[in-house]
């Protein structure tokens, strides 16, 4: 799980409210996370919007354990959900940012990882 500002210039995570629109997570599903000795590509596949509290989201060590019941969750409550294909073994990213400086809404958007074979020579 992430956490990042939400930037009202769309600096940060502030552009995540735009994923709970299906058309604009459709266009904007891929993207690449660089690290130091690998790259992984993500598929974004869900936005919703919960309390910074939902323990279904937010409670990692629970999420662990009961990953099927997770993505049942995941399911139920998106406000976007794009594909019913992400199996419990898949390794899962979740971006999460607050929706407003006022409450404890948060927006959170899943992907899931796949790492990028680095061609051979």
Not at 24 to 36: D, N
């Amino acid at each position: 799980m992430t956490f990042g500002h939400h930037m009202e210039n769309g600096a940060m995570y502030g552009d995540l409210s735009k994923m709970l629109d299906q058309s604009y997570l459709k266009e904007h599903q891929k993207g690449i996370l660089y690290l130091s000795d690998k790259m992984i590509a993500i598929r974004l596949y869900a936005a919703l919007e919960c309390d910074a509290y939902e323990s279904n989201v937010y409670h990692i060590a629970s999420i662990q354990q009961h990953r099927n019941s997770f993505q049942d969750f995941v399911h139920e409550n998106a406000k976007v959900y794009l594909e019913s294909n992400v199996k419990s073994t898949d390794k899962i990213i979740a971006l999460s940012t607050c929706m407003s400086a006022t409450t404890n809404d948060r927006i959170v958007v899943f992907g899931v990882l796949n790492e990028i074979e680095k061609e051979a020579p």
